[in-house]
């Protein structure tokens, strides 16, 4: 087989016919990395700053009989510059491409070890279809374990259901759906059209709208993380060329009497599938939910079409485990992503540590004699035996001490053993009790490996100190009262199975926590534990220092700096349709309530002043009523 590497747009053009060639033998080839998907994405991102184009093609007897549409990105990772092998695309699946008939196991190989020459230092291939080419071949290799779940994908089958009514009494429509259509009707002067590709200029639009809907929750929700990928001029113009085909994409919007787009959602058209790609809705309408108005009237529009008749089976809601996509459909399909480390990060520089004291001699073992054990030993042997036995059982003998120290190493290699495989969690805590209240069950899940609890601030801001010193005769000053904080949370941590000495304390300003000081401690932890999995309050919370810590961790992610980022939402303060929930079991929700109750301690004796049970009262009552926690990804945009 013969092995070559396309670097440049006009090799790329080149190679449409054999491209396609592939993609009509296998239908199940993914819309974003078919030639035309590709080559849009090269022509708008040729010029962008870090980015090489490596598309792997597998000849043999000068057929085609793979493709692996890759590029190689620049970036940087723990402060140095890395070279990370990625798609040469943009979307929710991907895959490489096979020819029929062909070796599958060997072309999917040649096309691994191309890909992964000496100047690519990481692979971070997310999305990857399954099942599909790509993943069983590594399902089956020694990539195995660097093979894992990435993101759920939920879609609809259509094909069960003759028309709207018969999907509603079968399938049912999510919670106050209708309600919100027949308001937006009745209120409002509003009319439903379909757009195929760029009709009537849509896609201009469709942009301007999503950057209004972006300004509006920026500047009236303090969505500081929002952005419009319409802002994005290689995106856009990535999307036009995609745009230019009336049969590869179709908008769903609502316009109003003069014809100003008020909301929409648009797709890709991909065989019979179609790929929610993006949506918006005018801030003027937010009263109205146009997520779920919609998605009514697009049904409506795709099942009023005879079965026979219908050029779509499946509506695809896209990447992401969020609850409004599931309340219309039970079914999804998984994405996994492929990361490795070509060549490894250096290891921290290892800390001078005193030698372990010891309260027994340093007399070495004796060594053990080499007998036959197939000999049946005399009785005057074995009662010198019996007797040297019992000497060596005696507390002060050398085999006792021998014991206790190879005991004493053999504890040191499993903990060391344990913590190489099982790498931590590291859950960055802007103030005591938001640990309990937005995470403690999630904590008590993950008891049986490493916990590492890093407090960002010690809580000195609350205004629960004026109200804590009216009911006591010896005021507590600011030291104490932080101090009061402190207590309460070892309590709280010992219920959910922390132990002390993996809480790590910060003395960040409480009420204006920076990201960057908080991105430096991720840094400096990442570096230390380099596999571990990280924790923090999200970036959507509108309590400044969680949004900030949400942020920073977002950051470490995008910068690759960390590789497992999950951010936790403040149940009961957002929506209840943001994030997805996370699985709590019987023992974790009993666990958080103990942990809830800690901080309702009223004993000043014991330094127990119920801090948190007088700052965050109603939060302490409701989680223990409802323990609920809500998290999302690092990628989450609702």
């Not at 509003?190 to 942009?207: C, H, K, P, Q």
Request: glycine letters at 6%.
């Amino acid at each position: 087989m013969d092995t070559s590497i396309v670097r440049t747009a006009h090799d790329l053009s080149a190679l449409r016919e054999e491209w396609e060639h592939l993609e009509t033998h296998d239908p199940a080839t993914p819309f974003y990395v078919t030639h035309r998907f590709v080559d849009a994405w090269w022509q708008a991102y040729a010029d962008a700053p870090g980015i090489e184009l490596r598309v792997v093609v597998v000849r043999h007897n000068d057929q085609v009989v793979g493709i692996g549409p890759f590029s190689v990105r620049k970036q940087t990772r723990q402060g140095k510059p890395t070279r990370v092998l990625r798609w040469a695309s943009h979307g929710d699946y991907m895959d490489v491409l096979l020819a029929p008939g062909a070796h599958r196991a060997t072309v999917c190989r040649e096309i691994v070890e191309a890909a992964t020459r000496s100047d690519v230092q990481r692979v971070h291939l997310g999305n990857v279809r399954t099942p599909g080419n790509l993943a069983n071949h590594l399902l089956k290799t020694d990539h195995n374990p660097e093979f894992t779940l990435h993101v759920e994908n939920p879609f609809l089958d259509l094909t069960p259901y003759a028309d709207l009514d018969d999907f509603v009494d079968r399938a049912g429509l999510p919670s106050h759906a209708r309600k919100y259509r027949n308001k937006l009707f009745r209120e409002r002067d509003v009319t439903f059209r379909v757009f195929a590709g760029n009709e009537d200029n849509i896609l201009e639009r469709l942009g301007a709208l999503h950057i209004a809907e972006k300004d509006f929750l920026v500047n009236e929700r303090s969505r500081k993380e929002r952005h419009s990928l319409f802002e994005d001029d290689a995106r856009t113009s990535l999307v036009r060329s995609i745009f230019e085909n009336p049969q590869a994409a179709v908008t769903f919007g609502y316009e109003d009497a003069d014809h100003n787009l008020l909301g929409y959602r648009t797709c890709f058209r991909h065989g019979r599938t179609l790929l929610s790609w993006n949506s918006a809705y005018h801030p003027d309408l937010d009263a109205y939910r146009l997520g779920k108005v919609i998605q009514i009237d697009i049904l409506e529009h795709l099942l009023s079409v005879p079965v026979e008749q219908r050029e779509v089976d499946i509506f695809d809601f896209g990447a992401g485990r969020y609850a409004w996509k599931f309340e219309w459909t039970d079914d999804f399909r998984p994405t996994y992503q492929w990361r490795r480390n070509l060549v490894p990060d250096a290891p921290p520089a290892p800390k001078a540590t005193a030698p372990r004291k010891s309260t027994t001699s340093r007399e070495p073992a004796p060594k053990a004699a080499v007998t036959d054990r197939s000999a049946k030993p005399s009785p005057a042997k074995s009662a010198e035996l019996a007797a040297r036995a019992d000497a060596e059982r005696q507390p002060g003998s050398p085999l006792r001490r021998a014991v206790r120290e190879v005991r004493v190493v053999a504890q040191d290699t499993r903990s060391a053993l344990r913590r190489r495989t099982n790498p931590p969690t590291i859950w960055y805590i802007p103030h005591p009790d938001d640990e309990t209240i937005f995470m403690g069950g999630s904590i008590h899940r993950t008891r049986d490996r490493r916990n590492i609890l890093v407090l960002l601030t010690r809580g000195g801001a609350s205004t629960a100190l004026a109200k804590v010193n009216a009911k006591l005769l010896d005021p507590l000053d600011a030291a104490g009262f932080m101090a009061g904080r402190g207590t309460e949370m070892a309590a709280a941590l010992t219920e959910l199975g922390v132990r002390s000495r993996n809480v790590v304390r910060h003395d960040l300003p409480d009420g204006s926590v920076d990201s960057d000081a908080v991105l430096d401690i991720i840094r400096d932890l990442a570096t230390r534990y380099p596999r571990a999995e990280h924790r923090t309050m999200s970036y959507l919370d509108p309590h400044r220092d969680h949004a900030a810590a949400g942020r920073a961790l977002r950051q470490a992610y995008r910068e690759g700096i960390v590789s497992d980022a999950v951010f936790h939402l403040p149940v009961p303060l957002v929506r209840g349709d943001l994030g997805s929930r996370a699985p709590l079991g019987t023992r974790d929700v009993a666990a958080k309530r103990r942990a809830l109750s800690q901080y309702q301690v009223w004993d000043p004796r014991r330094g127990r002043y119920a801090i948190g049970g007088t700052s965050v009262s109603k939060l302490i009552r409701d989680q223990l009523s409802n323990p609920t926690e809500r998290v999302h990804g690092p990628d989450y945009e609702p």
